[in-house]
């Protein structure tokens, strides 16, 4: 690699770090051979092409068949100082003419163009005045007719690469199907290409599928977890956008929908207002995302059951481009299923063929038992090496252990049967817990025997609890109604006191947004920066996330930085950014912090990137290695650092997880302080080996609860400064 790109990535994007395979791709570009690119939404790709565009000196021509996509790559290059223009339908003859000049001159380095714009007489007049290096084909699946986008004028392009014999070829897509990925080497005539093909597994994204029981609830539930956050919900019609976006936007969210029914004016309207933070959540058909590139989407909820596994995975795609933790739920009724297979049955045999494979694949999904992760990549033809993703419901829930729930059972089912068999399980668990909710009160069920006797168990436990008791057969859904009915299955656990058995959700707590994000940032602050961001933005007629990403302002809250040379070290400022916007953060990071007498809290540069990992090492964690390398007790740390001792577990993880090692007389240390007898100890150390570090709860069952967690802990961290396997490296948690 040579050193040109890499600096490049850091004066120019502000990035540490090249991502998996680009560093690799940008070279085999540089060399001039032809490059097939093949990486999930987010992977990086744009940047692959971009950084040779810059060292090339002559043009490089990027054909994409979206027009906003385009707008949007020009302006974030443009933020960058980095020479770019586009050519397209919608310009006028003025800027089209500007356009052109620039790129005559020797101005522009990348020229973006539509496909049809491309094949011009006067595009080509133009080219062919040019010298010409690069010619990249973005969403080059475009080119398949196995490709879920097929568009016959990219079938033209091989034409065009015939004219420009000295310019390499590259082709990027996200569409992970073998079949797609030899017609594009094919069509475009690529010989000894260069393949690369990036692992679909989106490591920030967690992934969950919850029976479909009162679904509008159960949106407003999922979405109260998402503060100011943006996301959006996909639903099966156009009228399912209409009806839901109209209820959440009673329900006081800030919400718009889009389908493809929607006069153009409205829908490019309320993409603009999603893209540019002035909305919070879309509500959408699958008609939206393409050529959305916001990459701080917090969540994507499938209100309805997509109808095969590729949308699926493309559409939660949209979720976490920046690297930080996503969620995305899926909410999963059997009503939908029959709702895709008389879509199916209206189509041509074989076509019905194909869509049942299809259907029944997202189906094995939605129903399995294993790692979610896991299965959608077999689905791709990859191999996914671990047992326990640690980012889907299933391995969450994985390990624990089946356990008798007749009481509960009982609870439920018969606050069912006392309400009269016509609720929902939201109304039901309202009863249960003691709910002074209106509806509870207006239909006197405060009065019931059954009224708040269920407060025990939180409400997600409850509705977990109630997704077992359905598919145990002991509740039925009424088809009309959607309420639930008592089956006969039901009568026995009632009356006889049959025993049921199943599991109980271990309080995932909230939704975990935040978690990934770091939770030493400043959040005041975060959001005084964002505001400042949003006022840029607006002004310079941009989106956001032009300006700095989510991501960027999470650091800057999180380090302070207050000069020039420190906000250069945050993610995404590069020079450009720094000439452009630094004076103005600078001065907002400055008066905070003399306002709360908080220092600049720079990391060393080998620890910078602590945004980016949750697991990575902070500052604090340094120090409280350092203290205890001078032999300082945990609880002399504790009241050091002023913190409690899983703080000081959890600094020291963070230390030993990066490659960091700890001294023999640390270790000695730490595991006296773990006070458990030796022979517990081996035992320990033995089930890390069996069961891995990623979580402790399976080792603390397998030592039948001998060690609590804290102790557990402490010995994990003696466990994994003496083996380090690869895959414990993510999640000091538990
Ligand atoms: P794709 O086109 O593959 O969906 P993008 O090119 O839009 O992905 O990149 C996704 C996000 O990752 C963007 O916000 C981009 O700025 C960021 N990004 C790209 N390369 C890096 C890198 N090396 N380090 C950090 N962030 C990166
Ligand atoms: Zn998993």
């Not at 997202?362 to 992760?373: G, K, M, Q, S």
């Not at 109980?504 to 959040?523: N, P, R, T």
Request: hydrophobic letters at 40%; aromatic letters at 8%; proline letters at 4%.
């Amino acid at each position: 690699m040579p050193d040109t790109a890499r600096k490049i990535l850091k004066e120019v994007f502000g990035y540490n770090e090249f991502k998996p395979l680009q560093a690799e791709i940008i070279q085999n570009i540089l060399e001039k051979n032809d490059t097939l690119v093949i990486m999930p939404t987010g992977g990086g790709k744009s940047l692959c092409y971009q950084i040779p565009a810059l060292i090339f000196d002559g043009l490089t021509v990027v054909i994409s068949p979206l027009i906003s996509l385009m707008k949007d790559q020009v302006e974030q290059l443009a933020a960058l100082n980095a020479p770019a223009v586009f050519l397209n339908s919608t310009l006028s003859q003025e800027a089209y003419s500007r356009n052109v000049n620039r790129v005559r001159s020797g101005q522009a380095k990348l020229l973006y163009v539509a496909p049809e714009t491309l094949f011009t007489t006067r595009t080509q007049a133009l080219l062919a005045m040019l010298q010409v290096d690069c010619l990249t084909i973005d969403e080059a699946h475009c080119i398949s007719e196995w490709g879920h986008d097929f568009r016959p004028e990219y079938r033209k392009l091989v034409d065009v690469r015939k004219k420009f014999p000295n310019a390499v070829c590259v082709a990027l897509t996200a569409t992970a199907t073998p079949q797609v990925q030899e017609d594009i080497k094919q069509n475009l005539g690529f010989k000894d290409a260069g393949h690369f093909l990036a692992s679909f597994n989106r490591e920030n994204l967690f992934i969950r599928v919850v029976p479909k029981i009162n679904p509008v609830d159960q949106a407003i539930e999922f979405l109260r977890e998402f503060p100011e956050k943006s996301g959006i919900i996909y639903c099966f019609s156009r009228r399912q956008v209409e009806n839901l976006a109209e209820t959440l936007a009673s329900s006081g969210f800030s919400v718009r929908p889009y389908h493809a029914g929607l006069p153009d004016i409205e829908r490019k309207q309320n993409q603009e207002l999603f893209i540019r933070d002035n909305i919070q959540i879309i509500v959408a058909t699958v008609a939206f995302g393409m050529g959305i590139n916001k990459p701080n989407v917090r969540f994507v909820l499938h209100y309805d059951l997509p109808k095969n596994i590729e949308g699926y995975y493309q559409e939660i795609g949209r979720a976490g481009r920046d690297g930080l933790r996503a969620e995305c739920m899926l909410l999963f009724g059997y009503g939908d299923i029959s709702k895709i297979r008389f879509i199916i049955s209206q189509k041509e045999e074989q076509e019905q063929r194909l869509a049942t494979k299809l259907l029944n694949a997202i189906l094995r999904y939605a129903e399995t038992d294993a790692c979610r992760r896991k299965n959608f990549l077999t689905y791709f033809g990859e191999t996914y090496e671990k047992a326990n993703c640690g980012m889907c419901d299933n391995c969450l829930s994985l390990n624990r252990q089946q356990t008798d729930i007749t009481v509960p059972a009982q609870m439920f089912l018969s606050c069912v049967k006392r309400t009269g068999e016509r609720f929902g399980a939201n109304h039901i668990i309202d009863v249960l817990r003691g709910s002074k909710s209106q509806r509870v009160l207006n239909f006197r069920h405060s009065q019931l025997s059954t009224y708040g006797i269920g407060k025990d168990y939180t409400k997600k436990q409850w509705f977990h609890l109630s997704r077992q008791f359905l598919q145990k057969g002991l509740l039925k859904q009424d088809p009309e109604f959607g309420g639930l009915l008592l089956s006969d299955k039901a009568a026995g656990v009632l009356r006889d006191g049959e025993k049921v058995s199943g599991k109980i959700e271990e309080d995932l707590g909230k939704i975990q947004v935040s978690k990934a994000e770091l939770k030493d940032y400043d959040v005041e602050l975060f959001q005084v920066l964002k505001k400042k961001r949003k006022h840029l933005a607006d002004q310079a007629d941009v989106p956001p996330y032009v300006i700095f990403s989510d991501r960027s302002l999470i650091e800057m809250a999180s380090c302070f930085p207050q000069s020039n040379a420190s906000l250069l070290q945050i993610h995404g400022v590069g020079q450009a950014k720094l000439d452009k916007y630094g004076k103005g953060f600078l001065s907002s990071i400055s008066g905070y912090c003399h306002r709360k007498g908080i220092k600049e809290n720079m990391p060393k540069p080998a620890v910078a990137r602590s945004v980016q990992n949750p697991a990575a090492a902070t500052p604090r964690s340094t120090q409280a290695a350092e203290l205890l390398n001078q032999g300082r007790s945990l609880q002399e740390i504790m009241k050091i650092m002023n913190v409690q001792e899983p703080t000081v577990i959890d600094y020291l993880g963070r230390y030993v997880l990066n490659g960091n090692t700890i001294s023999a007389e640390m270790k000695q240390m730490l595991l006296k302080q773990s006070k458990l007898p030796e022979n517990i100890q081996r035992k320990a150390f033995d089930a890390f080996v069996r069961l891995g570090t990623e979580r402790l709860k399976p080792v603390f069952l397998d030592l039948t609860e001998t060690a609590s967690y804290d102790e557990l802990k402490i010995l994990r961290l003696v466990f994994l400064s003496e083996n380090r396997p690869e895959e414990t490296k993510k999640n000091p948690g538990t």
